[in-house]
Every structure is written in C-alpha cells, then in structure tokens.
Nanobody, 127 residues
Framework: QVQLVESGGGLVQAGDSLRLSCAAS????????VGWFRQAPAKELELVGAISRSAGTTYYVDSVKGRFTISRNNAKITVYLQMNSLKPEDTAVYYCAARLTYALGSYYRDVSEYPNWGQGTQVTVSS
C-alpha cells in the first residue's frame, strides 16, 4: 500500500495555471502507475489523465489534451499535474490514485483499477 497526499489546489481565474502535486509515502513509488481524476459538483468521478510507472507513457482525456501535463519524479516520489489555460469547467476536486504494476509502460484509465487514493484537492476556476 502507498499513501498519497495531493496539494496545490486553489482559486484561480480562467486562463491561469496551477500545478498539483501528489506526494507518496514509501520508496517504492516507482513501481506504481498513477492516475489523476476529478469530480465536479453533482458529477461522477472522471479520469483526467494517467502516467506509467516509467513516465514513458501518458494518457489524457480530450477535454484537457494540450492544456494539462502529467509528469513524475520518482526520486522525489511525487507526481505532478500541470494545468494551463484553465477553464471554469475544470472546477472540481482533483484526486491522484496509484496502482502497483510490473508493466513499465502501462497506464490505467478506470477508477476500479486504482486501489490507492489521496484525499483530494479543490481547484476552482472563476470566469
């Protein structure tokens, strides 16, 4: 098991940028693939993007492609979500999730594939 803590959320204006961090406990974080999810009020939890344990493969949903970037620093046991050109519709609680995997280049897109979750960080984008 790994414990995850998100940080970096806040209130910004449309067009601004934010960088979320997902800090993990334990030195074995490099064997976990990570996903970023978000949940807007009255909406279901949805995938934002995911990154493989090797950081060689990433995936983004269409709504954030070209604006959001996921990266990881396994030495710092942290995964980042850089969010640029934020829109009001990006307002949500953002969660990172991790899944132990032996596949270097695999990412995972489904909520059910991640057993480890952080507590979430609120991102609010005003128009």
């Amino acid at each position: 098991q790994v414990q995850l803590v998100e940080s970096g959320g806040g209130l910004v204006q449309a067009g601004d940028s934010l960088r979320l961090s997902c800090a993990a406990s334990g030195r074995t974080f490099s064997i976990y693939a990570v996903g970023w999810f978000r949940q807007a009020p009255a909406k279901e939890l949805e995938l934002v993007g995911a990154i493989s344990r090797s950081a060689g493969t990433t995936y983004y949903v269409d709504s954030v492609k070209g604006r959001f970037t996921i990266s990881r620093n396994n030495a710092k046991i942290t995964v980042y979500l850089q969010m640029n050109s934020l829109k009001p519709e990006d307002t949500a609680v953002y969660y990172c999730a991790a899944r132990l995997t032996y596949a270097l280049g695999s990412y995972y897109r489904d909520v059910s594939e991640y057993p480890n979750w952080g507590q979430g960080t609120q991102v609010t984008v005003s128009s």
